[in-house]
């Protein structure tokens, strides 16, 4: 199967896609890809997950396209039983391996958690999670607890230079063109 570490785990980790239902009887996995390009997922390794709250280097023996899915041969697992205790584990790696963007370009990770200001200056919350829509990404906006407009969460758009009118990751901020009504 995976071996354990006895390196570091790593230090940035970053979720890449999840593991899922065993497939077959061989041990083979359906795996999700978080990745623009789903095959890119293998471009990353080592690839980690989290077992029994103890980090593990999860070593493939292949990989290859199966209908829509992907589907993964991990070292050691060889029947169904032993694939579904992988069910569910998140594939995690260093963020340190993921390419540099160009400006304009942002990693979810870098903007879950910044403050969300309209350009009116109102609070409008914290960047919870992203969500993909098939025509653009969308910021899930948790509210402050006192927000004015007794909103819980928002879920913005972003399109840049639309909504979105400035991101500064050093201060952790992104300005918005948005309604805090809505």
Not at 87 to 92: F, K, P, R
Not at 108 to 128: Q, T
Not at 157 to 165: A, M, T
Request: charged content about 25%; glycine content about 8%.
């Amino acid at each position: 199967m995976s071996r354990q570490l006895a390196a570091q785990p790593p230090a940035q980790p970053v979720v890449l896609g999840k593991m899922g239902a065993a497939y077959g009887i061989r041990g083979w996995l359906k795996v999700f890809s978080s990745t623009e390009d789903a095959d890119s997922i293998f471009d990353y390794q080592p690839w980690f997950i989290q077992l029994a709250g103890k980090w593990q280097q999860v070593e493939l023996e292949g990989w290859k396209h199966h209908n829509q899915d992907l589907i993964i041969k991990v070292k050691g697992i060889d029947d169904r039983d032993a694939a579904a205790q992988l069910t569910n584990c998140e594939i995690l790696v260093d963020s340190t391996q993921l390419p540099a963007l160009q400006d304009g370009d942002y990693y979810w990770k870098d903007l879950i958690g910044c403050n969300v200001v309209n350009v009116d200056g109102y609070e409008m919350g914290k960047v919870i999670d992203m969500m993909e829509t098939g025509s653009n990404d969308v910021m899930v906006v948790k509210a402050n607890l006192k927000d004015a407009f007794g909103v819980k969460e928002r879920l913005i758009p972003f399109l840049d230079e639309q909504v979105i009118k400035k991101v500064d990751l050093n201060t952790g901020s992104i300005e918005v063109d948005w309604d805090p009504g809505f």
